[in-house]
């Protein structure tokens, strides 16, 4: 994830000026959409280096309010809240105004890095601006001529030295790189998953697991997948237990389900191809989603299927009918107790879980964007059209997307509904949960 930098302030003093100089030409460019303004933009930029995110909150003050103030508040607040850094211009030739002042002490309490930027300093005209700027409590404020280039380097070199370390973002990904990846096997009693989990360990090579004899509590075990990478099948105890009571059963399915799901990345949300999809798959399938895992189908017992086609569709069809976010998830045909098909199924497991790491870049996202508002405008809310201005991706694992625009927030489903939709097929997200928020900016 990139970090964020935000420029606000007041109205001309330079922010989008400053935001072109910052982001040269990379600029993601806006179409005059209907429900998009003009003047909505983000970018990625390189400065010294590091690769941000670029936010310009010019013209986002158009919002309610009354006062400038409030107008810069509302128009800046869901930005700001984003943020890694944000730039607060001020027009040091105008000098520091009241509108100034109490925008920076509403900046202050946000908790948010905040880099003092005197703009229009050219020719060095507007020193006694800048000095009157340090009574903001915004630190050493900054001097630039974003019009005419000046001081641009130096600030480039004072937001990289905001930013935070780049270090630890690198290292956390190789830490990511380098730790199993983890799935858990689901499903109702008798779909076959101790069959499952016992065909994997008997074909993959374990790297850690349990002693023969002490399976019975063994909780997780690691292994090899074919790439030589490793795969921890967690929460195994519940499935090598054979379950003494009947009645034991109905509630272990559900209720281990959910023990198992929020340890995993990835959950093999293993079908009986025999009997068809019940009510209890869909209740777990409903539980993978609600915990924003990555989910692969294993459709179990293929070998005892007489009608392959039809089996696959009816199940595949109450599925995607039950669960919007179900939509092209990974199917792999199976038979755990023959061993056909498995040798597939961690691959599957693997491209699911990159699907579920995907960050989309910006400038991607912003481009879908553009084309998903011009498609099908947003609608009318209440005799007014919702204005949606940008979209950025909040996160990964699951996919996690933001929508900020006036009265956002009171997007109907089915629109946002459109959007996921549109994010899954355009970014390639099948069989992943998508979370889409959408956020006023007043
Ligand atoms: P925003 O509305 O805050 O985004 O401000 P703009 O970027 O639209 O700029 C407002 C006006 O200030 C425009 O006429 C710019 O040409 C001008 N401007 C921007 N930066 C500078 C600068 O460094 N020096 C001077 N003299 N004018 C500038
Ligand atoms: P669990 O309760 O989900 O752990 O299910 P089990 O692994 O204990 O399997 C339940 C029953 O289904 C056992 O009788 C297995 O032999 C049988 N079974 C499991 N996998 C398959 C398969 O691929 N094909 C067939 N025909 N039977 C299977």
Known sequence: MLPVVVIAGRPNVGKSTLFNRLAGRRIALVADTPGVTRDRKQAEAKLRGRDVTLIDTAGLEEAAPETLAGRMRAGSASAVEQADLVLFVIDARAGVTPADAHFAQWLRRQGKPVLLVANKAEGRVANSAILDSYALGLGDPVGVSAEHGEGVADLMAEIADRLPPEEEAAEADDEEADRPLKMAIVGRPNAGKSTLLNRLLGEERMITGPEPGLTRDAVSVTLTDAQGRAVEIVDTAGLRRRARVEEALEKMSVGSAIHALKMAEVVVLTL?????????????????????????????????????NATRKAIMERLEDSLAQMKGIPVVTLSALTGAGVDRL?????AAHEVWNTRVPTGELNRWF??????????????RRL?????????????????????????????????????????KLPGTPIRLQLRGTK
Do not use: S
Not at 272 to 278: R, Y
């Open 272 to 308: 009986d191809a025999v009997q068809g999809i019940q009510d209890q798959d869909l209740q777990i399938a409903r539980l993978v989603e609600r915990e924003g895992r990555a989910c692969v189908v294993a459709l179990n017992k293929w070998d005892a299927v007489a009608d392959r």
């Open 346 to 350: 961690l691959p599957a497991v693997r």
């Open 370 to 383: 553009e084309h998903a508002l011009e498609a099908h405008q947003p609608p009318l809310v209440n005799g």
């Open 387 to 427: 204005k949606l201005r940008y979209v950025t991706q909040a996160k990964a694992r699951p996919p996690t997307f933001v929508v900020f625009g006036t009265r956002a927030e009171q997007t109907p489903e089915d629109y946002t509904r459109y959007l996921v939709n549109g994010l899954r097929g355009t970014f």
